[in-house]
T-cell receptor, first 113, second 115 residues
């Protein structure tokens, strides 16, 4: 079963607001990834993190790999309507095969114009 | 880069029938993965191939499921004697073999509905 707790489950925000979501686990991960999924499509990679403490940005998105290696967060600044979708964190557990990812339950983001 | 291609996009079948899905990975990627996603959940790992070798299978992959990648290029996932619980989105992903610095690229999935 799922070993990642992702929160919040959903967010309703106004255009222009900043957004923050996170994933936590009781297990240690050696890679954290953040994906966005839109209806009828597969997940699209947003940011990949490979080292504890790493902070990486991709445009308005910023994500961090927690120091304990058991958590990660994603921030979106100045949200726009096209940010709508489901955001998933995913991690690779230490000792598992590369590509065998564990996904969170997702955060549904709604942006009101 | 044409991306990961999956066919069909949608499949409706009656319980007990067999179904087969196809995945064409990004051409230079030698790793290929199958995941399953049910409504309201994140994807769950099913199996993966490096070239033509199937290297790992999840316990989710019952005996009714079989995956192949005969020439190390496209892959097929077959489900025999489908059950209503098999209804889900089946996602294929690929990556090059450069270790963990080569994240997975997903296709748009095949949505299976078992009636």
């Amino acid at each position: 079963g799922q070993q990642l707790n992702q929160s919040p489950q959903s967010m309703f925000i106004q255009e222009g607001e900043d957004v923050s979501m996170n994933c936590t686990s009781s297990s240690i991960f050696n890679t954290w990834l953040w994906y966005k999924q839109e209806p009828g499509e597969g997940p699209v990679l947003l940011i990949a993190l490979y080292k504890a403490g790493e902070l990486t940005s991709n445009g308005r998105l910023t994500a961090q790999f927690g120091i304990t290696r058991k958590d990660s967060f994603l921030n979106i600044s100045a949200s726009i309507p096209s940010d709508v979708g489901i955001y998933f964190c995913a991690g690779q557990l230490t000792g598992t095969s590369y590509g065998k990812l564990t996904f969170g339950q997702g955060t549904i983001l709604t942006v009101h114009p | 880069d044409t991306g990961v291609s999956q066919d069909p996009r949608h499949k409706i079948t009656k319980r007990g029938q067999n179904v087969t899905f196809r995945c064409d990975p990004i051409s230079e990627h030698n790793r290929l993965y199958w995941y399953r996603q049910t409504l309201g959940q994140g994807p769950e790992f099913l199996t993966y191939f490096q070239n033509e070798a199937q290297l790992e299978k999840s316990r989710l992959l019952s005996d009714r499921f079989s995956a192949e990648r005969p020439k190390g290029s496209f892959s097929t996932l077959e489900i025999q004697r489908t059950e209503q619980g098999d209804s889900a989105m089946y996602l294929c992903a690929s990556s090059p073999d450069r270790g963990r610095s080569s994240p997975l690229h997903f296709g748009n999935g095949t949505r299976l509905t078992v009636t």
